[in-house]
């Protein structure tokens, strides 16, 4: 952190202590308007002088001095000018390094929560995974059960569609509910193709073989 805002210290020390001082962009952004308006105030001056130099009402020792002053303000005039062209630069140099912190802020917040949902699906998916399979599997031979003795499934009533599983659209159309299926119930481990291409239940099937 700089003294950027300590308007009574040179404005020459308060550049060069920017360009090379800890300081964010917004402070160091703080320095433009300053220096604009002294370039303003000091074309405007050069101006003023350089027609005192060479009016003819100018006595020699007028013009000289004004000829002098004018000189003064054109070398300053190009010494603001470069300062504006630096600390722009120095602005937007130090925008890009807060850009890049930001990132990397936002790049280990999201990795953070990413890692606790792997933990929790190492933790949570198997259980889960298993406890639905055997929740369909009930399903499954409750289904049976009931079109034996002629009374509406388990699913349906759980789910509140219709007993045929076709849900109304507006006046004559229909939606068919996905049923729930063992086949659809993945397990979490996809690190080889058979295990990727093979639903849980597949899985459990052909380990008990």
Known sequence: ???????????????????????S???VAKLLPELERT?????????????VAVSARSDDDTADEAADAAMKATRKIVRLQGQIS????????????EAALARGR?????????DKLVADLRKE???LAERMVALIARIEESDADCRRVGIEGAE???????????????????????RLR????????????????????ERKTWDAR
């Not at 308007?7 to 308060?14: G, N, S, V």
């Not at 936002?106 to 990413?114: A, P, T």
């Not at 063992?182 to 239940?201: E, F, I, M, Q, R």
Request: charged residues 25%; proline residues 6%; aromatic residues 4%.
């Open 1 to 23: 952190m700089i003294g950027l805002a300590k308007a009574a210290r040179p404005l020459i020390d308060r550049v060069t202590e920017a360009m090379t001082a800890l300081a």
């Open 25 to 27: 962009s917004e402070e």
């Open 39 to 51: 370039l303003a105030e000091t074309i405007a001056l050069r101006d003023e002088k350089h027609a």
């Open 86 to 97: 630096d600390v722009t630069a120095r602005v937007e140099a130090l925008r890009d390094e």
């Open 106 to 114: 936002e790049r280990s917040r999201v990795q953070s929560v990413r």
């Open 125 to 127: 998916w198997p259980g």
């Open 156 to 178: 349906s009533i759980a789910r509140g569609c219709p007993p045929n599983f076709y849900v109304p659209i507006g006046t004559s159309g229909s939606q068919l509910v996905t």
């Open 182 to 201: 063992a086949g659809n119930v993945w397990g979490l481990d996809a690190s080889t193709a058979k295990a990727a291409a093979t639903p849980l239940w």
